[in-house]
């Protein structure tokens, strides 16, 4: 990977393209990987090949990828950034559930350090969701006030914000030094192209969950042209364009399959000619765009 494409996260600086570990939980982001080994394999592979930002959290499973980052690679390497998320909680039926109460949010956090054994959270995401996967509006100051306490206890070291809205990015700033933005964001999917902007000004990472689409892949005749026309696939096109489109975002396409991982990495050394990037914009035409 590019040596110079690096970015700070919190007080550390890491390569822009890392890795999330939420795929290497089984079907749903439930129970244990089908491939154990080859999940460990994979985050060894990562750390191996120079990822230095892993994403993770412990309702992943739940406790199944951090337990895995855990026995693959602890004792931690001196520059991995591990980022983990509060805010939810899994049902026994794989059901993803709001969990932001005080009492959610403190367990969550001694969950997070003892499944990775760690002694604080490097960055920790408080996941706002209020009775919905999309951002929706409402307050974050009772859920921010107890994660900057838990700040202060010395569990946490750093605090970013996922699932929110441009207002509560706002509020959030208002309330605390907020190191990152974690939100959907991709080729096809871009109202936060207002915020990323106002992000970038600020010197603050954001950081695209979803970036190749999710469970639905990018799929786009666009996007398959352009990456035919480089010799590249099109998830390394998609990828290219994110590291492309603003000096600030963090990638963290996620793979349970080293072969994949390997792919998705070499996106940080693809550059995009102007007439590609051109063609590619054009995908999202259309959609609202917040500013």
């Known amino acids: ?44 592979e990562a750390v191996a090949s120079g990822v230095d930002h892993i994403d993770t959290s412990d309702y992943y499973g739940p406790h199944v990828t951090n337990q895995l980052i855990r026995e693959a690679l602890h004792p931690y390497p001196r520059d991995l950034v591990i980022v983990t998320k509060l805010g939810a909680r899994r049902g026994p039926d794989g059901s993803w559930k709001p969990a932001l109460s005080a009492e959610d949010l403190k367990s969550a956090v001694h969950d997070n350090l003892r499944n990775l054994r760690v002694d604080a959270l490097e960055v920790a995401n408080l996941r706002i969701m209020f009775g919905a996967h999309q951002p929706t509006e409402g307050s974050i100051e009772a859920p921010l006030a107890v994660l900057a306490e838990l700040q202060r206890q010395g569990l946490v070291r750093h605090i970013g914000l996922s699932n929110v809205t441009a207002k509560q990015v706002e509020e959030g700033r208002a309330r605390a030094k907020i190191v990152c933005v974690q939100n959907h964001y991709n080729l096809a999917h871009r109202h936060d192209d207002g915020l990323i902007d106002e992000l970038a000004a600020a010197g603050i990472a954001y950081v695209p969950f979803f970036p190749l689409g999710g469970f639905t892949p990018l799929q786009s005749t666009a996007l398959s042209d352009v990456a035919k026309a480089l010799g590249a696939t099109p ?57």
Do not use: C
Request: hydrophobic share 40%; glycine share 10%; proline share 8%.
């Open 1 to 44: 990977m590019n040596e110079s494409e690096r970015y700070a996260l919190g007080t550390r600086t890491v390569r822009r393209v890392g890795y999330g570990a939420m795929q290497l939980a089984g079907p749903g982001v439930f129970g244990p990987p089908k491939n154990r080994p080859g999940a460990l394999a994979v985050l060894r």
């Open 235 to 291: 998830m390394q096109v998609a990828l290219a364009w994110l590291l492309q489109r603003a000096p600030n975002l963090l990638l963290i396409p996620g793979t349970s399959s080293v072969e994949h991982l390997r792919e998705n990495l070499t996106a940080a050394d693809l550059k995009l000619p102007g007439e590609a990037v051109t063609k590619l914009n054009q995908i999202a035409t259309g959609q609202p765009k917040a500013g």
